[in-house]
Nanobody, 127 residues
């Protein structure tokens, strides 16, 4: 099993920044990739970004590309999401997810591909 704990959410104004962290514990070595997803009020959970532990391959949703940056610290088993130029439409609960097996970038964008999930952290962006 892998446990994931997110932190760093909060309330900010449009244009400001936040950095989310996801600390992984347990059988982390068994995971291939980590992802960030979000669920806005009244909407389905959607892909934000993903990164592989070993090669550091990175994938972004078009809506956050050039504003958000995903990174990892392998020794700390922590994944980060730096969010800049935040917009009110970025308001959502952000979830960290872990995936066990190798897969393509296309598959890494699918929430169904991930076996492990954190509880989420709220990000609210006011206009």
């Amino acid at each position: 099993q892998v446990q994931l704990v997110e932190s760093g959410g909060g309330l900010v104004q449009a244009g400001e920044s936040l950095k989310l962290s996801c600390a992984a514990s347990g059988r982390v070595f068994s995971t291939y990739a980590m992802g960030w997803f979000r669920r806005a009020p009244g909407k389905a959970r959607e892909f934000v970004a993903a990164i592989t532990w070993s090669a550091g391959d990175i994938y972004y949703a078009d809506s956050v590309k050039d504003r958000f940056t995903i990174s990892r610290h392998n020794a700390k088993r922590t994944v980060y999401l730096q969010m800049n130029s935040l917009k009110p439409e970025d308001t959502a609960v952000y979830f960290c997810a872990g995936k066990q097996r190798y897969d393509s970038g296309t598959i890494l964008r699918r929430k169904e591909a991930y076996e492990y999930w954190g509880q989420g952290t709220q990000v609210t962006v006011s206009s």
